[in-house]
């Protein structure tokens, strides 16, 4: 089976940097995507990571650690339009399929 | 351009009645899925097809039924024995494990 725990709410303000924690427990592991969403809109994909370490974006980083099964979303520079829900999703060894959190949900704020 | 496109956005249903929701992609993608979303929550997986004329059950399949008779088509069937059908459904599609899936804009069911 598979568990993904991150926080429900986050508040941060704007030109802040904020962090976005996601721990998974999963039988098998090919990988960890980010994806931003809009209230009412599709997600849209922001990072993925399949090996440890860090993956940097422009003002977006994604962080990976595998053994400790733990990633993290860096967003530096906030601005107003990031305010969103951010998923983590996994993938499980074999599979396409991706298992999703339930989503952080990040208000900016002045 | 290529993408995926949901049609409709808002789609009103009475209870009892089975409804089809559209999902077409244009990506040359092989593999396509459907997913629910409730509020505050993730999304789930009701179905998906990793290649044309098959598709898998997902987490959540009871009361829906999909076809994928083309590469570039995978509609979903909610029927009358999906117990809570309102909700806002999402199609994504994917060249294949590792990449990233690509979202329709989803479609928002209400039904009552």
Same mark, same amino acid.
């Given at each position: 089976g598979q568990n993904i725990d991150q926080p429900t709410e986050m508040t941060a303000t704007e030109g802040a940097i904020v962090q976005i924690n996601c721990t998974y427990q999963t039988s098998g592991f090919n990988g960890? @995507?980010?994806? /931003? /969403?809009?209230? +009412? !809109? =599709?997600?849209? @994909?922001?990072?993925? $990571?399949?090996?440890? +370490?860090?993956? !940097?974006?422009? &003002? @977006?980083?994604? @962080?990976?650690? &595998?053994?400790? +099964?733990?990633?993290?979303?860096?967003?530096?520079?906030? /601005?107003?339009?990031?305010? =969103?829900?951010?998923?983590? =999703?996994?993938? /499980?060894? +074999? =599979? $396409? $399929?991706?298992f999703f959190g339930t989503g952080t949900r990040l208000t900016v704020i002045p | 351009d290529g993408g995926i496109t949901q049609s409709p956005k808002y789609l009103f249903r009475k209870e009892g009645q089975n409804v089809t929701l559209s999902c077409e992609q244009n990506l040359n993608h092989d593999a396509m899925y459907w997913y629910r979303q409730d509020p505050g929550q993730g999304l789930r997986l009701i179905y998906y097809s990793q290649i044309v004329n098959d598709f898998q059950k997902g987490d959540i399949a009871e009361g829906y039924s999909v076809s994928r008779e083309k590469k570039e088509s995978f509609p979903l069937t909610v029927t009358s024995a999906q117990k809570n059908p309102t909700a806002f459904y999402l199609c994504a599609s994917t060249y294949g494990q590792g990449y990233e899936q690509y979202f329709g804009p989803g479609t928002r069911l209400t039904v009552t």
């Amino acid at each position: 089976g598979q568990n993904i725990d991150q926080p429900t709410e986050m508040t941060a303000t704007e030109g802040a940097i904020v962090q976005i924690n996601c721990t998974y427990q999963t039988s098998g592991f090919n990988g960890l @995507f980010w994806y /931003q /969403q809009h209230a +009412g !809109e =599709a997600p849209t @994909f922001l990072s993925y $990571n399949v090996l440890d +370490g860090l993956e !940097e974006k422009g &003002r @977006f980083s994604s @962080f990976l650690s &595998r053994s400790k +099964g733990y990633s993290y979303l860096l967003l530096k520079e906030l /601005q107003m339009k990031d305010s =969103a829900s951010y998923l983590c =999703a996994v993938i /499980q060894t +074999g =599979a $396409n $399929n991706l298992f999703f959190g339930t989503g952080t949900r990040l208000t900016v704020i002045p | 351009d290529g993408g995926i496109t949901q049609s409709p956005k808002y789609l009103f249903r009475k209870e009892g009645q089975n409804v089809t929701l559209s999902c077409e992609q244009n990506l040359n993608h092989d593999a396509m899925y459907w997913y629910r979303q409730d509020p505050g929550q993730g999304l789930r997986l009701i179905y998906y097809s990793q290649i044309v004329n098959d598709f898998q059950k997902g987490d959540i399949a009871e009361g829906y039924s999909v076809s994928r008779e083309k590469k570039e088509s995978f509609p979903l069937t909610v029927t009358s024995a999906q117990k809570n059908p309102t909700a806002f459904y999402l199609c994504a599609s994917t060249y294949g494990q590792g990449y990233e899936q690509y979202f329709g804009p989803g479609t928002r069911l209400t039904v009552t």
